[in-house]
């Protein structure tokens, strides 16, 4: 079955950077689209950004600031995070769809067990 991990969260100053990955296995994640999701304590998830096929999507919060890319053959999708703050303290989590549709939690079949990003003053 598809499995997916989360890794690279931590705890970082405000401004700093943060490279999170998403490692599939059970599959070849290059034939599924891709989404990273975030929530915060007290909040409901949201959508961050999204690859599918040549097409990516961001959250407004995040453009401009947070990078999704992928190599497909180490299976591993990837967010970068840059001029971090502390706003985008959450835990992340990755998913991954064969559906069209991938900017809504409910577009998404698998999930990770998410990784904890914290971001400091």
């Known amino acids: 079955q598809v499995q997916l991990v989360e890794s690279g969260g931590g705890l970082v100053q405000a401004g700093g950077s943060l490279r999170l990955s998403c490692a599939a296995s059970g599959v070849t994640f290059a034939a599924y689209n891709v989404g990273w999701f975030r929530q915060a304590p007290g909040k409901e998830r949201e959508f961050v950004a999204a690859?599918?096929?040549?097409?990516?999507y961001y959250a407004d919060s995040v453009k401009g600031r947070f990078t999704i890319s992928r190599d497909n053959a180490k299976n591993t999708v990837y967010l970068q995070m840059n001029s971090l703050k502390p706003d985008d303290t959450a835990v992340y989590y990755c998913?991954?769809?064969?559906?069209?549709?991938?900017?809504?939690?409910?577009?998404?079949?698998?999930w990770g067990q998410g990784t904890q990003v914290t971001v400091s003053s």
């Open positions: 998913a991954a769809t064969w559906n069209p549709g991938v900017l809504r939690m409910s577009d998404y079949t698998y």
């Open positions: 690859i599918r096929g040549r097409s990516i």
